[in-house]
């Protein structure tokens, strides 16, 4: 949506400009505002012979459609005089694309020292000469953009190129840490690796192919990661034929095969080979900060006794658990299972406000949003079935909850849940298991938990620490909190609670209690958090439940019936920070804990729209999305996005996009906090989400405003597809 990329005012050296992939970048900085210098050294090949003429002619054909260029013959080995010729010619060096290149292919016995020294010569060590001449010019006027030419056959290697596949793979090495220490002087490197017709490939593709494979289908790569709105750094992309991919690295999970005081054998590397080369749930490590923490928690988990066999748990492979699905569980209730969880969470009617929830015959009847942690509850004890997981109920604690409505629960039916093994995770003195649980009614989603199970002791089986599927706890802001509900419980709270259906005897069982280590039963986690949701809806939303979005809590200490739960809340836009304590002992019950809220009514629970405008069906559409995938796309776009529909030269329509907090929300009405803000007509929305009309142009002409960061709209329109291109 944002206008053409322009390089008016960079300088860039395009070496090896004079042929193939070079001229063409070389023409396209120059048409495109760029003064160039056109380096060639107009040889072979094989990298012999010497001739201005290829240069020359790339330089008169870009000062001929009136561009800035100059020519320079230096071989890439000289890397100096080819950044002096960039600043006698224009002042300075902005842009770096290292391109030139030779051949000299031998099957690897006959490869000779020169076929291997002249090919590092000109690819890997003529890089880094002109790259490190142009270093400090980037690094003072603090922006720089470099790219590195690999191959396909440095990656994935290939007959007869030893000398090339070493000296391309070589180039990836040398701008992985270019991008590192470049970064903070908004210095960017990116490699490629292009496939095109062009001398180098006539040898060894049909011609067609040759003539078909474009260089022109490459350069707008190299273009866009040259861009100053690039951002990209340190990335490897295959390019050719018009289609570009990104290249990463992949780790299995890997193996311990090491125990403490006693030495490491080959046998024992054998013995675990297919579980090393397993790819199964790999890891995908960025850094090498990532990579070495590895090393680290092996290091402490066998000093600890971890190791090979020295876990039991480790035999069974816990890993293998992960996307397994459960049996599918239905829960019925009726109006007194609401009841007797609100009584459960501490509702009275005591507060004349809570009778809506403790009174089946007020015209308001309805259940507290946290009962929908209690429709699915019951997924836990599904866990004993799953391969590959054996987990000791006895040591199983409930470490985190997240819990989501998309539309207010009924006060009695039949909910279906289908429950699956998000992920699983190794924190050295346990396993985590993330239970993912979506729970229907009528087959339509009500609402979506993630159970957060520690299991003590079950850790140490060679697994990662963290996963992209938990949903997370967030800091608490950075001041007094804004409010705070303090409430007794009762003596009775957790024998009243565990009528709802966790009939953990830890809750009642004064022996069972003592065999734990508590002096008395204790109140469950689950009910901590109704009242916690409770105190965010009393005074955050005057006890409305449909205000309520989602609740996400850590459960750090345990509480004893009778005590006070302390909940001290931070208000940020929707978002309730919320932090619980025993108000007797100070101690934190709930950490890392938030409530989002609704500002409006939730589009999936308003009644159908009826005023005719053909954008809420687009958004409906939206709204089923964001239910589905709506992690994922929090993750993608990591904003808030808002529409102004207009209809016949009003406002008609507000809506905004939270993908930015949880999991995010379609929600009808307008955000002031939103990062940008699209006004547009019912129709030309349309429109765009048909594809009949191009956002650019929408925009261009005024058709469509944009307030805010314009840029976001690319992405939505990345994740959206065809439904919103707006
Ligand atoms: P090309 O042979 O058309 O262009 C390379 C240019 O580099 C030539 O004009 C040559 O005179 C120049 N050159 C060679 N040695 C030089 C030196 N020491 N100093 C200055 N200039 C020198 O080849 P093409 O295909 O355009 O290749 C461009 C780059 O892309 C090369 O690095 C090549 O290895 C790489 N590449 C190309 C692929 C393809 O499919 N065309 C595949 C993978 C990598």
Known sequence: ????????????????????????????????????????????????????AAADRVVEEIRASGGKAVANYDSVEDGEKLIQAALEAFGRIDIVVNNAGILRDRSFARTSDVDWD???????????????????HMKSQKFGRIIMTASAAGIYGNFGQANYSAAKLGLLGLSNTLAIEGQKYNIHCNTVAPTAGSRLTE??????????????????????????????????????????????????LGRTVRQKNESMTPEAVRDAWAEICDFT??????????????????????????????????????????GQTLPEMSFSYTHMSCILYALGVGMSTRDADH????????????????????????AISGLSGVPGLDIDFTRLLHGEQYLELFKPLPTSGTLTSRAKVADVLDKGSGMVVLLDVHTYSGGELLCFNQFSLFVVGAGGFGGKRTSQKAVVTAAL?????????????SRDQAALYRLSGDWNPLHIDPGFAALGGFKSPILHGLCSFGVAARHVLQRYAGND????????????????????????????????????????????????????????????????????????????????????????????????????????????????LDLKTGRGSLTRGSAPQADVTFTVSDDDFMDVAKGKLNPQKAFFSGRLKVKGDVLLSQKLEAVLKDDAKL
């Open 1 to 52: 949506m944002s206008g053409p990329l322009t390089f008016d005012g960079r300088v860039v050296l395009v070496t090896g400009a004079g042929g193939g992939l070079g001229r063409e970048y070389a023409l396209a900085f120059g048409h495109r505002g760029a003064a160039v210098i056109v380096n060639d050294l107009g040889g072979d090949i094989k990298g012999g012979g010497r001739s201005s």
């Open 281 to 322: 749930d790999a890891t995908k490590p960025s850094s090498i900060q990532e990579s070495v923490q590895t090393l680290v928690e092996v290091l402490s988990k066998v000093e600890t006794g971890g190791g090979i066999g020295a876990n039991p748990t480790a035999a069974t492979n816990p890993s293998a658990a992960v």
């Open 477 to 489: 802001p950075d001041r007094p909190a804004d409010a705070v509900i303090v409430e007794e419980t």
């Open 545 to 656: 439940a449909s205000r309520f979005k989602s609740i996400k809590v850590r459960f750090v200490k345990p509480v004893y019936p009778g005590q006070s739960l302390q909940t001290e809340m931070w208000q940020e836009v929707n978002r309730i920070h919320i932090q619980c304590k025993v108000k007797e002992t100070g101690g934190v019950v709930l950490s890392g804990a938030y409530v989002d809220l609704h500002t409006h009514t939730p589009v999936s629970a308003g009644p159908p729209q009826t005023d005719g405008l053909q954008s809420d069906l687009v958004f409906a559409e939206i709204d089923r999305r964001v239910k589905g995938q709506g992690q994922e796309l929090v993750q993608k776009v990591n904003a808030i996005l808002a529409w102004d529909i207009m209809k016949d030269g009003r406002h008609a329509r507000h809506w905004t």
């Open 355 to 378: 009778l809506h929830f403790l009174y089946e015959g007020h015209p308001e009847f309805c259940v507290l949003p946290t009962f929908g942690v209690i429709a699915a509850q019951s």
């Open 203 to 252: 040898t060894v593709m049909p011609p067609d192919l040759v003539a078909s494979l474009k260089a022109e289908y490459v350069s707008p790569l190299v273009l866009w990661l040259c861009h100053e709105a690039c951002q990209e750094n340190g990335g490897l992309f295959e390019v050719g034929a018009g289609w570009i991919g990104k290249l990463r690295w992949e780790r299995s």
């Open 118 to 136: 002249l090919i590092h010569r000109v690819h890997l060590r003529g890089s880094f000469l002109v790259t490190r001449a142009a270093w400090n």
